[in-house]
């Protein structure tokens, strides 16, 4: 049984800072790696997240729409989705097992997991538990390429966060905005700007840092609506379009009309970042079709599915032009077991129709929060709200339950996806393996692990994880111990801890989430940012170069 589990998978080795072109390639991957001499330079890629999107989300999407969805021609194969301990993932490791190579644990943001129960996995050592290891955005940028990162949730959100960070959980949106600031990523865009300013609510910033300056001060153009970053020249751009996330694609128009689209965001960061001679890594996710699904929400579902959609034709169509341009999209689990047929149909569904399923939903106007949104404190308007959403033609028993009703929204979603014969197993995720959408030489086919796809992206731009997360990531105690130096962790500020070296008149000071090393007091940038996992400092290697 375990030769089984193994016998198309690759990257699955997590004790250590794993090489991972020193492990098995998959057949998948194999069976491609002869097209690498075909290549030119430079390599660009694009990856491409819908998140928490089923199969039967975009199937439905593809009704709704009337006609093919661009990612149905890109279509190569399925990825296997199950995290270090579960069978059903997390968006923090699935993103962290994609991003990096590795799975990990549940809440873990780039860092290798201290739990190993799924069958076929090595488990981890004791000392690598929690380690950090390097994504393939770094990787990129220690290639010299352009990178960038899109999202329509908080951009600090879990899989933006495990392309660009490193945390031991996915909530610490202070230590990961930080880190992805002196990642210094060439173009950013989404929500999440709560996250970059000081404050003591919500996600503000408690160390009483400002991010917002940093960036500026590290001369991004920042911009704050479509028109600034459509117009944008500079080739450095940060967006921070929301407080929080950003809006659904079809609640834009009334409520938040002056933010970019998905596809808006993509196609800028594409063509911004196309610039440089030595090629780009893009990551773009289309975070709320997870959210929507959650809230057993078709029409955020259907919304959030097409938005994504449109992105990906954007990037498509560059890399048809280009030749050189890898492009992978791909959900990092299922979400909700949506199905088109429920019990209503389970003796009717042979001579049901299309229009059964799509038309109630093309009623609707609004997702179901974009509707509620709309709703008048003493809901007098409630009748309104719910045509908003496509409940028309309310019966009398359905309109008092709406207005008696604590949880309208659940409400409002359960009543439409019953008038449009629609099921849901669960608010939660699920654990089937994703649809493999991918476009470009050297592109991953068949059923492969979601860590495969880190080792197809990393061999395209060239670049091996393994030797770069222990690059990057050194235990910085036993580093400055080796050079004679006497070590601390500094946690006085238990926002700012700070590794401290000394050593006769030397005195190193190495705050945590930044690039920065400062040697009596004097500012050194170093090759990438440090870590501290909460036990152990990780710092790049060439810190003790510059002692």
Known sequence: MKGNWKNKTLGLTLSGAIALGSLGVSKNLESHASADNKRKKPTNVIMMVMDGTSAGTTTLSRWYKGQNLAIDSMASGAVRTYSAESAITDSAPAGTAMATGNKSNDKYIGILPSEVSSPGLKQIKTQDQQKPVANVLEGAKQAGKATGIIATSQIQHATPAAFSSHAVHRSLF????????????????????????????GDARKDGEN????????????????????????????????????AYDFNRPVTRAEEPTLADMTKKAVS??????????????????????????????VSETLAFDAAVKEAKEFARKDGNTLV???????????????????????????????NPLKKAKM????????LKEDKSNIKEVAELYGLDNLTEEELNKLKESPKLGALMSDMLSKRANLGFTTGGHTGEDMTLYTYGPTRPTGVIENTDLALAMSRFMGFDLGKLSSNLFTGATDLFKKAGYTTEINKTDEFNPIFIAKKGKVEIKIPANKNEMWMNGKKTNLSGVAVFNGKDFYVPADAIKFR
């Open 174 to 201: 202070g230590d990961i905005a930080e880190q992805q600031v002196y990642q210094n990523i060439d173009v950013v865009l989404g929500g999440g700007k709560e996250a970059l300013l000081p404050g003591t609510e």
């Open 211 to 246: 991010m917002v300056n940093v960036i500026k001060g590290k001369k991004y153009d920042f911009v704050e609506n479509r028109q600034d970053l459509m117009n944008s020249k500079s080739d450095k751009i940060w967006g921070s379009f929301s407080q929080d996330a950003m």
């Open 272 to 301: 911004t970042l196309s610039k440089d001679k030595d090629g780009f890594f893009l990551f773009v996710e289309g975070s709320q079709v997870d959210w929507a699904a959650h809230a057993n929400d078709p029409i955020g579902m």
């Open 328 to 358: 992978i999209a791909v959900s990092d689990h299922g979400n909700s077991g949506i199905t088109m047929g429920n019990v209503n149909t389970n003796s009717s569904y042979p001579n049901t129709p299309v229009s059964a399923y799509i």
């Open 367 to 374: 997702t179901v929060e974009g509707a509620v949104s709309q």
